[in-house]
């Protein structure tokens, strides 16, 4: 019998560097920070932590523009940094992945800088160059992500090259072979380091089409871009065939180290992520539909449940993530936000697959709050009127007090005007109620329950406001509407955790409070 994987029974958890600690009083999050700050990761009981970009980058994506896949920015610490973390990490019993960013560079890697002496230069072709459309502008109408054409003209040479992200970001070319085994190398390095895995890095992307297509254009033009991105059909620059085998090659390498491939497989239609988890391709995936489902019972149900059909226990189910608002943002924010974002981690620690928690989705926290010229995500700062990413990555609140904990100095994105000292991590600990302590108790919970045993899919029951399903001995159900709802539960059956308020079991029925997660299981049904 194969041994179950090491991240089966996992929480994730996702450091956002920048945000996370800063430990020197720069402002900017680093990893002695993190190191600092094990212990409430410990206590917390998340045992897989991702760690966002840490190397040598200009920032202009922040991090995500990499200039060495092999060194660590001064501003985050050192590689040996990097090697204590993985150490105290692993005395501790948890894991750390590292971000892969393989799709794009910096455009101050010594890769591009070689490419740009022209079409001869021996690095040329790690990049993706192409002549002018007729027109003379750029030789397709593929867009970037953050605004604008995906193509930029390199004058010396006449060319453009692609760029699916800033004109900082250039695309590398993946249908040239050194820059694959390029990526073997990187990732050994990683692995034999003592990483335990990867978050890959737009996933979806790497291969284009050859030919350079056009992709069909949408009839209107949002005029944000991430709107006018989405409003594109991706035929020929996304989610190409041939990139799931990059992965394949990939997982030969993983394999020989244990090592945890997470995919971020940005892709709306769940059954086009399964295909990255496909047996020898990608052990995980994130499946990010779950963040688009609003504080509606149908939406939630069928989002869940198509999500759960196609990806099943090979999902990673973000509760938020530094690119899109917060779950309690998302869910209406205030008080109420909090409560639904806790009931849905609730439900999402009850399916198969592993949950992620964004650091602060802990502290029950909306986005926090910024001025508009506060903004440094470059989608807000470039395009005049779009919303950045800077609310889901202001800094963690620890402790009451100047920059709430987070560093001596002035932080590099503030704080977020609306956080409180109820907000912080220090506050919350000693809080019997907090939204700290609540979490805090469901990951115990689930590590009591052990959910990832149970081989059932969620059978879907309730209805109407309750989203309910079984699995096994345990019913997990979500009562989005704001008065108690009640669902029938076998005699016996007993209350585990509820994420808000009080739940309890009489004549067969479970009480569960509005707005609320109870997980119940029935002992009985675990020994039959
Ligand atoms: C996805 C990352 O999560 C995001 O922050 C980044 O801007 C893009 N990929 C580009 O690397």
Redesign the pocket.
Known sequence: MTPSPWWERAVGYEVYLRSFSDSDGDGIGDLPGVLERLDHLDELGVELIWLTPFYPSPQA?HG?DVADYRGVDPTFGSLEDVDRLVDELHARGMRLIVDL?P??TSDRHAWFRSALNGPDDPYRDYYVWADPGPDGGPPNNWVSHFGGPAWTLDEASGQYYLHL?LPE?PDLNWANPAVRSEFDDILRFWFERGVDGLRI??AHSLVIDPRLRDNPAPGDRPTDPRELFAAFEHRHDLDQPGVVDIYRRWRKIADEHDALLLG?VYLVDPGRVARYVDDGALQLAFCFSVLKAGWDAAEIRQTLARAVTAVGDRAAWPLSS??EARAASRFGGGPAGTRRALAYLTLLCALPGVPFLLQGDELGLADGRIDRDEATDPIAVRNRGATGRDGSRTPVPWAPGPALGFTDGTPWLPVGRNRTPADTVAVQRDTADSPLSRVSRLLAVRRDLAPWTIDEPPEWIGGGRLVAFRRGRLTAACNVGSEPAALSVPAGARVVYASAGEATVADGLVRVPGEATVLVVDDAAGRS
């Open positions: 994506d995500y960013v799709n794009h992200f970001q890095d737009v971020e530094h690119d």
